[in-house]
Structures are given as C-alpha cells and as structure tokens.
C-alpha cells in the first residue's frame, strides 16, 4: 500500500485559503486519494475523494497532477471551526479487498482569529 | 439514519479485566471496521467484517483481542486481561460495498478506554 508523506502542522487565519499538499510517490494504477478530518475526541469525517485533475464539493477541493504522486486539499476561506487533523490516504483497493484505511499521523491544521 | 453510534463512550477499567465494547453500524451498511487510535496517530486498522464474515483479523493486536458480529448488524470488540498499553481511542466504521468503485467510511465517536 502506497506510504504518504503530509506535513505535521500548518497555522492559518479565518478567511484565508489553505492548501495542504500530500506526497504518494509509490501510488498504484487503482488507487484513489483520499482525505478525512478528525476533530478532538471524533471519529474521523470523510472530505473528499479523487483519482485524478480536480475534484469539488461543498467544503473541499482536491488536486490531483498528471502523475498521480501528489496531491492537494484544498480548504477555501476557513474559519476556526476548521482547526483540525486532516489526512491523506491512498490505496483503497477495490472489487473485494478488504478496504481498510491507512492513516498516517496527518497534519494538524490550526486556524487563528 | 443516526449514524455511526457506539458504547460505552468511555470505560475505565482495571488492569487485568476484560472489557467489551459495541458498534451499531449504519443499517444499510454491509462492511464494518474497527480501528484502535492511541494520542498524536492517526486510526490503526485493527480488523472487518463483510456482513457476519470477519475477512480479516490478522492485524490485531494479540489473541487477547477479538471481534464479533453475529447477525450482520451489531458488532463487539473484546479485550481479555487488559493491559495498560490498551488505552486508547477504540473506533468503529461502516460503509455499503457493491461492486467496484470508491466508498467512504463512517466513523463513529469511538470508545476511550483507560486501563489503569
């Protein structure tokens, strides 16, 4: 299963735009990227999730390159409820594996006022 | 739908006592998962079920440790003797599997388990 790489800690300010990049040099053909949020004492929340270019949704988006070993949330204009552990992960395998998800320690993003 | 939900949300316990906890999946949901998250890491898988069927139980931790669900719907994680290294954040996730393609998981607010 493919090994990501994020940062540890990222600080921000309410209304800026965050961007969080994640390396995954050793990604395979079928693995999709994905990102979850966790908050203090929760379980983690699923963001967004892409194969490949750029995916939107109502909070998120995500960037993904031609080559597929990196890849980018992007959070627009965050506020302080954002102040969270995002992570990336790849190599959800598909089709009657078992799925399980690999999290690494993420990055913890703060949001300052 | 009410999500994910699980019980106890906390338990304190003596070393060398055995604890039980339960997830309550999605209803919908065919997969579930339990993961164990110890402070500063993220979730470690710990092992699934697809419907009654644990697929996969080689990744936890000791034979002290085993998982159930025995219709399908509910499932309990059990830890015998338990040891102070077993604190930590225990969580529980669905998701509906059919065929290819991606899925996500629904986590629940887990069970915090201190072992004193």
């Known amino acids: 299963l493919a090994k990501t790489t994020q940062p540890i800690s990222m600080d921000s300010y309410e209304g800026q735009e965050v961007n969080i990049t994640c390396s995954h040099n050793?990604?395979?053909?079928?693995?999709?990227i994905t990102w979850y949020q966790q908050f203090p004492s929760q379980g983690p929340r699923f963001i967004i999730q892409g194969y490949k270019t750029k995916v939107t949704n109502e909070v998120a988006s995500l960037f993904i390159p031609a080559d597929r070993k990196s890849s980018t949330l992007s959070l627009p204009r965050v506020s302080l409820s954002d102040t969270a552990v995002y992570y990336c992960?790849?190599?959800?395998?598909?089709?009657?594996?078992?799925?399980?998800?690999?999290f690494g320690k993420g990055t913890k993003l703060s949001v300052k006022p | 739908d009410t999500g994910v939900s699980q019980d106890p949300r906390h338990k304190i316990t003596k070393r060398g006592q055995n604890v039980t906890f339960r997830c309550d999946p999605i209803s919908e949901h065919n997969r579930l998962y339990w993961y164990r998250q110890t402070l500063g890491q993220g979730p470690e898988f710990l092992t699934y079920?697809?419907?009654?069927?644990?697929?996969?139980k080689s990744r936890l931790l000791s034979d002290r440790f085993s998982a159930e669900r025995p219709k399908g719907s509910f499932s309990t994680l059990e830890i015998q003797r338990t040891e102070q290294g077993d604190s930590a954040m225990y969580l529980c996730?669905?998701?509906?599997?059919?065929?290819?393609?991606?899925?996500?998981?629904?986590f629940g607010p887990g069970t915090r388990l201190t072992v004193t």
């Open positions: 050793n990604i395979a053909t079928n693995d999709y």
């Open positions: 079920f697809q419907n009654e069927a644990q697929l996969e």
């Open positions: 992960l790849v190599g959800l395998n598909y089709g009657g594996s078992q799925g399980n998800l690999i």
């Open positions: 996730a669905s998701s509906q599997v059919a065929g290819g393609g991606p899925y996500e998981q629904y």
